[in-house]
Nanobody, 123 residues
Framework: QVRLVESGGGLVQAGGSLRLSCAAS????????MGWFRQAPGKEREFVTT???????YYGDSAKGRFTISRDNTKKTVYLQMNSLKPEDTAVYFC?????????????????WGQGTQVTVSS
């Protein structure tokens, strides 16, 4: 069983930056694809970005040019650097792990989820 714990959320002004972290325990972190999703109130959970076991990266439209995903297999942690934040980025951000290790951009492909961390961007 894989346990994921997100941290780093908070309140930031528009144009600011935050770095989210997701620490994993259990399982084989280096073999998993790791992804970030977000969910705003009243909306569906939305794909943000993913990084495969081999380091291939894909960004959703909302993240392109502003967000950067990275992973540190020695620390079993995946990061999401978010720059130029906008009020519409306000959401709960979830970390997820996919045992396949392949490129995964949909919720159903992920096997494990964290509890989420709140990001609020004020205008």
């Amino acid at each position: 069983q894989v346990r994921l714990v997100e941290s780093g959320g908070g309140l930031v002004q528009a144009g600011g930056s935050l770095r989210l972290s997701c620490a994993a325990s259990g399982g084989t972190f280096s073999s998993h694809t790791m992804g970030w999703f977000r969910q705003a109130p009243g909306k569906e959970r939305e794909f943000v970005t993913t990084i495969t076991r081999r380091g291939s990266i894909y960004y959703g439209d909302s993240a392109k040019g502003r967000f950067t995903i990275s992973r540190d297999n020695t620390k079993k942690t995946v990061y999401l650097q978010m720059n130029s934040l906008k009020p519409e980025d306000t959401a709960v951000y979830f970390c997820a792990a996919d045992r396949s290790g392949l490129l995964s951009t949909t919720r159903v492909q992920y096997d494990y989820w964290g509890q989420g961390t709140q990001v609020t961007v004020s205008s």
